[in-house]
């Protein structure tokens, strides 16, 4: 009979390991501290000129630098690809992979040989590269609430990143958009703070992995910090993009801060602040934003890379106003053209003693420490594209997870008289003017910037193509004509392509050519299945009466077969809205 004491002795050896198991789990899985790599990173500090480490801070755009050779002459620390910032050969791997290489080249013929970070915004799969998979927009994902999904579609987009060599995505975007005639709510997971904390600190996951120094791993970038989905309608030129958000800061924190607090916790590498203002402050400008809560109160130990061209916005005069940025917090700057002035103007602010030369060192050592954490400093890694990870580039298997994503974002909104599931063996007519265009259904952020309708990559399955997969007997046409005698008529309609800038409306109506289609196939007399492409809730009070059954996609990507997954009944749709959809009504404007 053993004794009590015994017992216990058990039990605290049983304990120890359970306690000892569980936290090898989960240390194994959250990332180091950065600022555990201070020790490898003091050191090469110490020996940088003030070139050197200005440099690190610079961040211009590929299409701007004449000659790579800049790369080297102005010691620059990273290069981006903005939104239509191609290779000049054109949008295939192979292009893009040797762009990187061009430039990565360049950056080890310097003194210190410090790999340049080039980044990209593959929001949602490498989408600016031909043959990509591409996932559902960050709205979809978000109608998932799918978390491990979301991780996964980040991971596998984190590997075709790196199968160009680059190493940096500027995404996951965690607004929370609150009024969707912004044009960016389709960049948001959700209009719920909770959703976006949850689904922001999985990509971060995903992106980066349990260690950034991983091959497949590539460094998450959190924006845009803070409020950019807040602001009220009207304070911007185009009405919401880039205007001002008028709140507390205690409202600031409960809606808008949600996704920081995540990501941060999720070990995010970088943080981009927003164009937009807070109470008529520029985030860009902002010490109270960026330094002392970010920083300071919330312990962000990566660094801080700006917006597109964000520092012009501060004041007219531009050295004044990269001297209030930096001298805020920013660590790195996005200035897609003028970099050189940004370094001779930066070198001149320190060297007057405008920006102390311990903002500076705080900044090259934020930027260090990532690229240390990513194995950027070790010289016996190459940092050169490994091709090899090419071979599942665009892979049946990417594209499957991206099928699952697409099944599982959709929203079934309307199913009168269970017209869905659809037969495979029913005459189908096809109608609309997004059924068989793979631009109208990835939208956005793909191949181009702002996103163009049309046959814009390869690999890729529009509806019409999916339909014809599933059922034997098929017709089409865009106007919906002609759909007498079919069984039923399935109408694809919604937004066409837009991203920032271009995408805020006074109001959500569905354009003129979809209502017709629904109404043309409405009057051949056969049950009417609509299909909605928008990067946010619509307004179909003109159609909703005359659909049977209606479905939305939201931004699907190239994996079209997810929604007939969905509409032949292979998968039953349990998607759910991540935006308050009556919320329009607010507006003036609803279902
Ligand atoms: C853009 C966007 C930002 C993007 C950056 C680089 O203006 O606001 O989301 O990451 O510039 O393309």
Known sequence: MMHLRGWLLVAGVLSGILFFGWHATHAASSPKPLSSFDPQVKPILAQMTLDEKIGQMTQPDQENIADPADVATYYLGSVLSGGSSDPKEGNSLEAWTNLYDRMQKQSLKTRLKIPILYGVDAVHGHNNVLGAVIFPHNIGMGATRNAALVEKAARITAEEIRATGIQWTFAPGVMVPQDVRWGRTYEGFSDHPELVRELGAAAVRGFQGSDLSNPLSVLACAKHYVGDGGTTFGSAKTGLDQGDTRVGEATLRRIHMQGYLSAIKAGVGTIMPSYSSWNGVKCSASKRLLTEILKQELGFQGFLISDYDAIDQITPNFKEGIGISINAGMDMVMVPRKYKQFIANLKGLVQEGAVPM?????????????????????????????????????????????????????????????????????????????????????????????????????????????????????????????????????????????????????????????????????????????????????????????????????????????????????????????????????????M
């Open 358 to 590: 311990s903002r500076i060192d705080d900044a090259v050592t934020r930027i260090l420490r990532v690229k240390a954490a990513m194995g950027l400093l070790d010289p016996n890694r190459s940092q050169l594209a490994d091709r090899n990870l090419q071979r599942t580039f665009g892979s049946a298997e990417h594209r499957a997870v991206a099928r699952q994503a697409v099944r599982e974002s959709l929203v079934l909104l309307k199913n009168q008289g269970k017209v869905l599931p659809l037969k495979r063996s029913a005459r189908v007519f096809v109608a609309g003017k997004s059924a068989d265009d793979l631009g109208n259904q990835c939208g956005g952020w793909t191949i181009d910037w702002q996103g163009k309708s049309g046959n814009i990559t390869s690999g890729g399955t529009t509806l019409l193509a999916a339909i014809r997969k599933n059922a034997a007997n098929v017709g089409f046409s865009a106007d919906g004509k002609g759909a007498e005698g079919a069984a039923v008529g399935v109408v694809v309609i919604g937004e066409k392509p837009y991203a920032e800038m271009m995408g805020d409306r006074k109001e959500l109506s569905l354009a003129p050519e979809d209502i017709a289609a629904v109404e043309n196939v409405k009057a051949a007399g056969i049950p009417v299945v609509v299909v909605l492409y928008s990067g946010r809730p619509m307004t179909l009070n003109p159609i909703f009466g005359k659909a049977d059954a209606i479905v939305a996609a939201w931004l699907p990507g190239t994996e079209g077969e997810g929604i007939t997954d969905v509409l032949f009944g292979a998968y039953k749709p349990k998607g759910r809205l991540s935006y308050n959809w009556e919320k329009q009504f607010a507006f003036g404007f609803g």
